[in-house]
């Protein structure tokens, strides 16, 4: 049987560390962090329209012959597992139409996580989140009539708060997908942090989720990824205003949505 995985994140999470990690440990895997150029948008990655159709009209034709060709593709795959974390895949509807790959295996969806205060820090550094078309582009936009948390008070307190809002929206998501696949027999969510996967313990216990009993001693873990100077400056003061933000959203807004078919 084989195995599809792939993840349910916010991005500058450790997604291209997790693909490390398991091209590094998983024998005869093909493994991707991200399928990103300029012939392969709207063939093995969603494109903009993908995106805003999904999250505002929801799971319509378009987005579904998307992922009918992408998944077929992926599931005439000869290896014996195939790992892709891009962060954008559960954005544009990958949840909704994972049935070409549950009739040839079992897949699994990780639910990857890193501290809020320094995945803020990294959108920060990156100049994400200042304009429309970032959002549409790779993230959310905070006025999607399909979203599941409340953006306004959040938005109205500027870069950091949407950063925060955003991370409060993709883990009610995660959880929202988790409860409606409870009885999906060959799909599989597992909860890490990029924290936990740094150390061998915890990686050893991803791939044990995945099937592959692994001595962690004898694990190979990556170098940190995407590790580079900081290009903005955020001040101390600053920097307690986000600790404050997120301490007073207690990473709360993970209620379910009104239950519908994830697969339909």
Known sequence: MKNFVFTMTTGRSGTKYLAELLQQNLPGAECHHEIWGWSTFGVDAPDLSHMTLFNSEGNVEKVRAFWRAKLARI???PRSTYVETSHVLMKGGLIENLRPLTARGEVHLIALERDPFATIVSFRNRFDF???ANWWLWYL?????RNLVPSR???AKGINGLCLWYILEIRARAA????LLA???RIKVHRFSLEELRVAGGAARLLAALGIATDPAQLRLPSPQNVGRLLVRIDEAEKQSIRRLIADSGLTGTELGPASSALA
């Open 130 to 132: 200042w304009d429309r």
């Open 176 to 179: 929202r997908y988790e409860a």
């Open 183 to 185: 009885n999906e027999p």
């Open 153 to 155: 008070e959040l938005f």
């Open 141 to 145: 936009d905070p006025d999607y009539p």
């Open 75 to 77: 599931a005439a795959n």
